[in-house]
């Protein structure tokens, strides 16, 4: 059963302080901020957390008017985003009058019959401005805010919580969903055809041909399988003005629909850092994953030996997802093609395994006296027992304990590669989410996530200062 995250897409003409707000709500500086117009040439996204909900952020292009394909450029940018994502953010500036850029980007997100907000953003420029001829837009809510100095961010946030479910059921849950991904031309469409026995996408030498996501149901081993072709994925900065810029938009939408994703690359172009940027992402997703080196047919003299000494070289390059097979294929011959539908199915059936709690504890206790988690300043982590959660479609496992605040990420590692020896797992990626006994933990809250590690160090501070109090009170008296 695959589950899909919300997709928020923030949009808006150029230089209105989309990735401003994206980088606000994350907390970081993912997202490159700049004076320029213009700054941002592709769509970057991230996954956001706020209380307790799990949703794709997603911050996309300025749209701007150019010379020409103006309005091509707008409604394609916009039809697009409102395709694939579930909730659409249209930005504008509180210091300047709407435009008619702004005008048609509200529009042509009306139109989508998806909810649409519209954030006034810049609200610390606005001057005492009146901010009512807003209203023409047509749209609501209307949230005010200012990303640098942080106002209206929770407004905002609880406003959008309130619409997304925790995560949305693809329609059929007994359909097995597979997604075709890489970078253009590497021969996703062709392989596309070939599982699918029928020429239902466009194959072309042509980078790009396939703009948007493909889909068709086929029949294997008594199971319906819905095949998904996305379109290519390119690097920063290559992503083209128009309608392949919310390409990757579409690629994660079909890759958080899928249960198992199909990385493709092509045996003449191997070690691309995009290609392993793309496996981060389905990894993030967590999807399982299957490594498939295409158009093997190309290579010549090739013998057993030639794939043998490229498959080390390839698993280096993809060491953060060592638990993903790798197959060699052939979309022209047909070489191993089949055999992505049984390597998917087995990972199905992994990702599916369920484990006995008494069974993981006595794991646990193995693998803790073989090698106890170190601590920090006298905090020295102490797991007592953990549970697998049963309605997550990722393995995911609860460890309960004291301090694990502490836990190290080379311990969590070393946890994993314990539970894959032990009991497999292939294909998949793992959740060890690491849980104080006293804290009651929401399901969809990763206790790894770096809120934790912070609240961990506030906690220190904050012994600290109490001590420093205590010492300064004695001194006093």
Avoid at 108 to 117: E, Q, W
Avoid at 333 to 346: E, P, R
Wanted: include cysteine; charged fraction near 30%.
């Amino acid at each position: 059963m695959a589950k899909k995250l919300p997709i928020v897409a923030i949009v808006g003409r150029a230089n209105v302080g989309k990735s401003s707000l994206f980088n606000a709500i994350l907390d970081t500086k993912e997202a490159i901020v700049a004076r320029e117009a213009g700054t941002t040439r592709d769509a970057i996204m991230s996954k956001a957390e706020y209380k307790d909900q799990n949703f794709w952020l997603v911050d996309t292009a300025g749209i701007k008017d150019p010379e020409d394909d103006f309005e091509f450029t707008i409604q394609e940018q916009v039809t697009q985003a409102a395709d694939s994502a579930d909730v659409i953010w249209v930005v504008v500036e509180a210091d300047v009058p709407i435009t008619e850029e702004d005008r048609r980007v509200a529009k042509m997100a009306l139109r989508s019959k998806k909810p649409v907000f519209l954030i006034i953003n810049k609200l610390d420029k606005a001057k005492g401005q009146d901010l009512a001829g807003f209203d023409r837009l047509g749209i609501k809510p209307i949230i005010r805010t200012s990303s640098t100095q942080r106002r209206g961010i929770e407004q905002l946030l609880d406003q959008l919580v309130e619409i997304i479910p925790k995560a949305v059921a693809t329609e059929d849950d007994d359909r097995f969903r597979i997604a075709i991904v890489g970078r253009p031309n590497v021969g996703k469409s062709q392989l596309f055809n070939t599982l699918a026995k029928k020429q239902q996408a466009i194959v072309a030498d042509r980078a790009g041909t396939t703009r948007d996501v493909n889909h068709t149901v086929v029949k294997y081993m008594g199971r319906e399988v819905e095949l998904l072709d996305t379109a290519g994925i390119r690097k920063n900065g290559k992503i083209e003005v128009g309608i392949e810029r919310f390409s990757v938009i579409r690629a994660l939408a079909a890759i958080e629909q899928s249960d198992v994703c199909l990385l493709l690359m092509d045996v003449n172009e191997l070690n691309v850092q995009l290609d392993q940027k793309i496996a981060g992402m389905v990894k993030e997703a967590g999807k399982g994953l299957i490594l498939v080196v295409s158009k093997w047919d190309s290579v010549e003299d090739k013998d057993a030996f030639t794939r043998d000494s490229l498959a080390p070289k390839i698993a280096r390059n993809y060491d953060f997802v060592p638990w993903a097979p790798l197959i060699f294929t052939s979309s022209v011959s047909g070489q191993n093609v089949t055999k992505l539908f049984d390597l998917a199915f087995d990972i199905d059936k992994e990702r599916a395994k369920r484990i006995a709690t008494p069974e993981l504890n006595k794991w646990l206790r193995q693998a803790v006296d073989a090698h106890p988690p170190a601590g920090l300043k006298n905090r020295n982590p102490k797991l007592n027992y953990m549970v697998q959660e049963t309605d997550n479609p990722i393995p995911a496992f609860k460890i309960f304990g004291s301090h694990t605040g502490f836990v190290h990420w080379s311990y969590r590692r070393y946890l994993e590669r314990k539970m894959r020896e032990s009991y497999g797992y292939e294909g998949t990626p793992l959740q060890l989410w690491f849980i104080e006994k006293h804290v009651t933990h929401r399901n969809g809250s990763s206790p790894s996530h770096p809120n934790a590690k912070a609240a961990a160090a506030r906690k220190l501070k904050n012994e600290a200062q109490a001590k420093a109090d205590k010492a300064e009170q004695s001194v006093t008296e």
